[in-house]
């Protein structure tokens, strides 16, 4: 029987002097992840973005737990959006939204 | 809960705005302790005016300098004037001889190196065997990592490899801090303890760099600075006056 490959939510902050779509977010964390683990390490991530949290400004994206570590990697490394500065925050992490939404 | 500190938070100390900016947002990125780095001959005003900042943003303030010697000589005079007026003492190793100094003499609490000149990182198997003597732990700055792009990230993330096995294997100290001068460049301390694996760091090890150690090294550098200390192992813990 395959088993289900576990996830991990994450609660991301995005701070930048203009207005950042949340396409725009995804887009610099991808190639971050590409920028630090390659093609091959960024297809083993699985990140999707979720939702959008408007009251709080987070964004939640999802990855295979596997990779967690270097999705952080990846966020933390991330110094531009758009050619702007910015910088995005791990706001929270769990592995189901009901307790990403408690923790955030 | 797991305490976290920046041993190096670059703020400029002469622009009180950006200082508190760069303070408040460590204390609401988790950290308990931050170490502010200032010239030696800084005055005790201006350290005072910083660690007012911290206690008003509720964050442990450490006082740090960063000595640049140019020789052995040198080092041992900077030490002479600037240990008892600092918490935290780090040196910046800009030649073999004054990384060798500095990795032997217990008055070191860190030893940095260059990011942006590569030959200048004298952290080999030598130098770590002497540093694993003495009290003084590698200092890895990851504000470096975030500034720099393409082929000097990737030498330097190659020779941040070959010294943390280096050090990991002779047992020194590892200290991570940020080295950050906006707040651009500061991260939340879990999210530098990722960004540390990408060094081969474990990240049980990644996050002892960036609360274990460095606590550890401002609490044995204050029990030393404080009046009761004698020597190690031994204190002052009371006073008999005779009439």
């Known amino acids: ?104 | 809960m797991k305490q976290f500190a920046d041993l190096h938070l670059r703020v400029p100390p002469n622009d009180i705005v950006q200082s508190e900016k760069m303070v408040q947002k460590a204390s609401e990125l988790g950290y308990s302790l931050v170490a502010i780095p200032f010239p030696p001959n800084t005055t005790r005003n201006q350290i005072k005016q910083l660690q007012h900042i911290c206690n008003q943003a509720k964050i442990d303030f450490v006082s740090r300098t960063n000595l640049s010697p140019r020789n052995s000589n040198e080092l041992l005079h900077d030490l002479r004037h600037c240990r008892r007026n600092f918490e935290i003492i780090a040196v910046r190793c800009y030649t073999k001889d004054v990384a060798r100094q500095a990795a032997k003499d217990r008055r070191v609490d860190l030893l940095q190196f260059s990011v942006t000149n590569l030959r200048q990182r004298f952290f080999d198997k030598q130098e770590a065997e002497l540093a694993s003597q003495a009290l003084s732990s590698l200092e890895i700055e990851l504000a470096p990592l975030l500034q720099l792009t393409s082929f000097s990230r990737i030498r330097l993330l190659s020779c941040l490899q070959r010294e943390t096995a280096i050090a990991q294997r002779t047992k020194v100290p590892i200290t991570l801090s940020s080295g950050a001068t906006t707040e651009m460049l500061m991260r939340g301390p879990r999210d530098y303890a990722a960004l540390a694996t990408v060094f081969d760091l474990q990240l049980s090890s990644a996050l002892k760099a960036l609360s274990e150690t460095p606590l550890v090294t401002v609490e044995r550098n204050r029990a030393k600075l404080s009046p009761e200390y004698v020597a190690p192992g031994i204190r002052v813990t009371g006073m008999k006056t005779v009439d």
């Open chain 1, 1 to 104: 029987m395959i088993k289900r490959e576990k996830r991990r939510y994450l609660a991301l902050k995005a701070v930048s002097e203009q207005a950042l779509g949340k396409e725009a977010v995804l887009d610099a964390i991808q190639s971050s992840v590409c920028r630090l683990f390659g093609e091959y390490g960024a297809s083993k991530t699985k990140i999707k973005l979720i939702k959008e949290v408007p009251e709080k400004s987070h964004l939640v994206i999802r990855c295979s737990h596997l990779m967690l570590q270097e999705v952080r990697a990846s966020i933390a490394s991330t110094v531009e959006i758009n050619g702007k500065p910015a910088v995005i925050h791990v706001v929270g992490v769990s592995g189901t939204l009901k307790a990403l939404a408690k923790k955030t």
